[in-house]
């Protein structure tokens, strides 16, 4: 006769079962098919079913009995104890006391966080604190009865399970793969799965490179309380370059800091030490200002490249505070760079930027609509003096603009749509060591440029049974000075671009010193189709007709003339797996100025992404050469565990590969490896063209992160 008892006062219950921490009451139920308590020995006996619960914790045996004299227990088996941090205790017999504190399991299998399991012929549990596995066999692999060797253990003489410090620690350990011995240690410790952050190594990684030859990175990360952290990386090379790498990141309560750096000492170049040092941070400063910092500085212009820290050619240590509000935006940025390319002169170049602007946007009460107030300072500073090598070269340049815009939109009964929009810009520019033309120098001077515009759009909605259809044309008029002053030396204007994002744009040039000048119509119309099979097309054509072609623009950009070349831009999206983006900008005979694709693809067996760029030669945006790239990466699922990647860059003027690279990865439930090969084809004075291999090796249940999910999970058969 089934039987159950409430309310027991069981002093089992005063721990989880699972050696976890002690719960803060005594209560449990007690549930078995008989249930006999002999008054006079304190004695109770529980067979047939028996299930213990107690704030989350169920233990389930055989039979239970309870010494209330000599206060312990005797459990056979089969025993299951489950709480819910998702530990599992299994065991064939135990013996403990009443409050569970301290005792002997046999045959004892113990599951943390559903990752890693530990297998000992005896379990001791002391002080409530410490669990003791003896002749241990720990992984996080699945083990089937066909198969019972799994892809990697660790064997131990004693294992001891800290529950406080939710450590563990091996003795006279040995890591086997595939039942094979691959590394042995007298002592070992590892965070337990529940564990999201704990100072020790990480996983290592070997790389070869031609240049430094094979090495070892062994990362040890250090906690720093809850709120800051550090991550050293020493690296030694076969051919003797030693490298220190650093990372710390720390959180405060009003913002956050993360300090990237490595200092190396190597043979390959005359520097007796190379560094770099990244940092960034990101700060709320009151009143609704974000305030930022970035640093970057590089002891050598090929470290960063050699070293894989980064393939960045220019780089740029800034600091700026902001406040974006709904009517107003506030910013002020102030901006270091230094270029790492060969054809560059630091000295020469625009290394100091700084910028403040304000924004405010409000509604006329007389007129309506929207407008917007603009007020903004700009300068640049060179570090060269004019002398008779570098006329023009060491201009230095502050720019004051202030601009005012106003638009409002009609909307007739039939759908159709009619704005207005004007707007002037003044620019005044304040120039030390001006440029120097044969004809002219560029000095201090003012700029007004006025516009104004007038627009027609009609969009047109169709609604199907298969798809909902938009047409909208558009007609903007655009009247402007129908001449160019030439009175400013242009630097900040030069890479013009014509997309559908600027085509109704007053001016496509992107900076102030040259602002779009002449009458003109933008035309253009947008498709869209939208399929309920969740499928959708967009498309765009548009083309600009001038009164007159004022030679503002080069041919490249399709912008030149008086009547543009088509920008045609596509898109095709269907669903979350694909998307394909196509823009070019041709002439009437098909001659292409510029072509760009981008493709995206993915699915539960592969991923594919590509790009493709054809860009005319421009002298005037230094580019001497016509330029025709693909850049593409792949990646296969070959099986289950196998993935296969790939990436390629190939330049099709000079029909050679850029840049190339090949990857495996296997991955299960308990273990992730990944080796790549990689080639970097191309050469300068500061790099040499190498070949990076690398390999990392991780395994699962040390830790909070897991690997994988179910997809990768091995089955086992039968």
């Given at each position: 006769?089934?039987?159950?008892?409430?309310?027991?006062?069981?002093?089992?219950?005063?721990?989880?079962?699972?050696?976890?921490?002690?719960?803060?009451?005594?209560?449990?139920?007690?549930?078995?098919?008989?249930?006999?308590?002999?008054?006079?020995?304190?004695?109770?006996?529980?067979?047939?079913?028996?299930?213990?619960?107690?704030?989350?914790?169920r233990l389930r045996a055989q039979s239970i009995t309870y010494n209330g004299t000599t206060d312990t227990l005797v459990v056979t088996g089969p025993i299951y104890i489950i709480d819910d941090s998702d530990t599992l205790v299994a065991a064939e017999f135990a013996e403990l006391s009443g409050d569970l504190q301290s005792g002997v399991l046999k045959s004892a299998r113990v599951v943390y966080a559903r990752q890693l399991q530990l297998a000992a012929a005896e379990v001791r549990r002391t002080e409530g604190r410490y669990t003791q596995f003896y002749k241990t066999v720990a992984s996080s692999c699945y083990i089937c009865e066909s198969n019972p060797t799994p892809l990697w253990e660790i064997r131990s003489k004693r294992v001891v399970h800290d529950?406080?410090?939710?450590?563990?620690?091996?003795?006279?350990?040995?890591?086997?793969?595939?039942?094979?011995?691959?590394?042995?240690?007298?002592?070992?410790?590892?965070?337990?799965?529940?564990?999201?952050?704990?100072?020790?190594?990480?996983?290592?990684?070997?790389?070869?490179?031609?240049?430094?030859?094979?090495?070892?990175?062994?990362?040890?990360?250090?906690?720093?309380?809850?709120?800051?952290?550090?991550?050293?990386?020493?690296?030694?090379?076969?051919?003797?370059?030693?490298?220190?790498?650093?990372?710390?990141?720390?959180?405060?309560?009003?913002?956050?800091?993360?300090?990237?750096?490595?200092?190396?000492?190597?043979?390959?170049?005359?520097?007796?030490?190379?560094?770099?040092?990244?940092?960034?941070?990101?700060?709320?400063?009151?009143?609704?200002?974000?305030?930022?910092?970035?640093?970057?500085?590089?002891?050598?212009?090929?470290?960063?490249?050699?070293?894989?820290?980064?393939?960045?050619?220019?780089?740029?240590?800034?600091?700026?505070?902001?406040?974006?509000?709904?009517?107003?935006?506030?910013?002020?940025?102030?901006?270091?760079?230094?270029?790492?390319?060969?054809?560059?002169?630091?000295?020469?170049?625009?290394?100091?930027?700084?910028?403040?602007?304000?924004?405010?946007?409000?509604?006329?009460?007389?007129?309506?609509?929207?407008?917007?107030?603009?007020?903004?300072?700009?300068?640049?500073?060179?570090?060269?003096?004019?002398?008779?090598?570098?006329?023009?070269?060491?201009?230095?340049?502050?720019?004051?603009?202030?601009?005012?815009?106003?638009?409002?939109?009609?909307?007739?009964?039939?759908?159709?749509?009619?704005?207005?929009?004007?707007?002037?810009?003044?620019?005044?520019?304040?120039?030390?060591?001006?440029?120097?033309?044969?004809?002219?120098?560029?000095?201090?001077?003012?700029?007004?440029?006025?516009?104004?515009?007038?627009?027609?759009?009609?969009?047109?909605?169709?609604?199907?049974?298969?798809?909902?259809?938009?047409?909208?044309?558009?007609?903007?008029?655009?009247?402007?000075?129908n001449s160019v002053s030439g009175e400013v030396d242009n630097e900040d204007s030069l890479l013009a671009e014509f997309d559908e994002a600027n085509i109704f744009e007053f001016s496509r040039a992107p900076g102030a010193d040259a602002r779009e000048q002449g009458n003109r119509i933008n035309l253009g119309v947008t498709y869209t189709r939208e399929s309920h099979s969740d499928w959708k097309l967009g498309l765009t054509v548009g083309r600009i007709l001038r009164r007159d072609d004022l030679g503002q623009f080069s041919a490249s950009t399709g912008l030149s003339g008086s009547k543009s070349d088509w920008l045609v831009a596509a898109q095709l999206k269907v669903g979350d797996n694909f998307d394909l983006i196509n823009r070019a900008v041709f002439?009437?005979?098909?001659?292409?100025?510029?072509?760009?694709?981008?493709?995206?693809?993915?699915?539960?067996?592969?991923?594919?992404?590509?790009?493709?760029?054809?860009?005319?030669?421009?002298?005037?945006?230094?580019?001497?050469?016509?330029?025709?790239?693909?850049?593409?990466?792949?990646?296969?699922?070959?099986?289950?565990?196998?993935?296969?990647?790939?990436?390629?860059?190939?330049?099709?003027?000079?029909?050679?590969?850029?840049?190339?690279?090949?990857?495996?990865?296997?991955?299960?439930?308990?273990?992730?490896?990944?080796?790549?090969?990689?080639?970097?084809?191309?050469?300068?004075?500061?790099?040499?063209?190498?070949?990076?291999?690398?390999?990392?090796?991780?395994?699962?249940?040390?830790?909070?992160?897991?690997?994988?999910?179910?997809?990768?999970?091995?089955?086992?058969?039968?």
């Open positions: 006769m089934r039987a159950a008892l409430f309310g027991l006062l069981l002093a089992a219950s005063a721990a989880a079962p699972s050696f976890g921490q002690q719960q803060a009451t005594d209560t449990a139920s007690l549930v078995a098919d008989n249930v006999v308590f002999a008054n006079g020995t304190q004695e109770l006996r529980a067979s047939g079913n028996v299930e213990v619960l107690q704030d989350g914790v529950a406080k410090e939710r450590q563990i620690y091996f003795d006279e350990a040995s890591l086997r793969v595939l039942g094979v011995p691959v590394f042995y240690t007298p002592y070992l410790r590892l965070p337990d799965p529940t564990v999201k952050r704990a100072s020790g190594f990480l996983v290592p990684e070997v790389r070869s490179n031609g240049d430094l030859g094979v090495g070892v990175r062994t990362p040890y990360f250090f906690t720093l309380g809850d709120h800051a952290d550090l991550t050293l990386t020493p690296w030694l090379t076969s051919k003797g370059a030693k490298t220190l790498e650093a990372r710390y990141r720390q959180k405060f309560s009003r913002g956050e800091i993360e300090l990237n750096g490595a200092v190396t000492d190597d043979n390959l170049t005359n520097i007796n030490t190379r560094s770099y040092l990244f940092a960034d941070g990101t700060f709320a400063v009151g009143r609704g200002f974000t305030g930022k910092f970035d640093v970057e500085v590089v002891s050598d212009p090929g470290y960063l490249l050699l070293y894989g820290y980064s393939d960045k050619d220019i780089l740029d240590s800034a600091i700026s505070v902001d406040r974006a509000q709904r009517d107003e935006y506030i910013g002020a940025e102030l901006i270091h760079y230094k270029s790492l390319r060969d054809q560059d002169d630091n000295r020469t170049l625009p290394t100091i930027v700084g910028d403040a602007t304000y924004i405010r946007r409000f509604t006329p009460s007389m007129i309506g609509g929207i407008a917007t107030l603009t007020a903004q300072a700009h300068g640049h500073y060179r570090r060269a003096d004019n002398d008779a090598t570098n006329t023009g070269l060491a201009r230095d340049v502050v720019r004051l603009t202030t601009s005012a815009e106003w638009r409002r939109d009609w909307v007739w009964k039939n759908g159709m749509m009619f704005a207005a929009e004007g707007a002037v810009f003044v620019d005044g520019y304040k120039i030390r060591q001006p440029s120097v033309t044969p004809t002219r120098t560029f000095d201090d001077t003012v700029e007004v440029t006025p516009y104004a515009m007038l627009e027609w759009r009609w969009p047109m909605l169709r609604q199907g049974v298969l798809a909902n259809h938009l047409l909208e044309p558009v007609v903007q008029l655009v009247m402007a000075k002439d009437d005979q098909f001659s292409f100025a510029r072509n760009e694709m981008r493709m995206g693809w993915t699915t539960d067996t592969f991923q594919l992404a590509s790009t493709f760029a054809w860009l005319e030669a421009d002298p005037t945006e230094d580019r001497l050469t016509d330029t025709s790239e693909l850049a593409f990466e792949g990646a296969y699922r070959v099986s289950r565990h196998w993935t296969l990647s790939s990436e390629l860059r190939y330049d099709f003027v000079n029909d050679r590969t850029t840049e190339a690279g090949l990857g495996v990865s296997y991955q299960n439930e308990c273990a992730k490896m990944d080796l790549s090969v990689s080639r970097r084809f191309t050469t300068s004075t500061s790099v040499s063209a190498t070949t990076d291999i690398n390999l990392s090796v991780q395994l699962a249940g040390f830790g909070a992160r897991g690997i994988g999910g179910a997809s990768f999970a091995r089955q086992c058969n039968g």
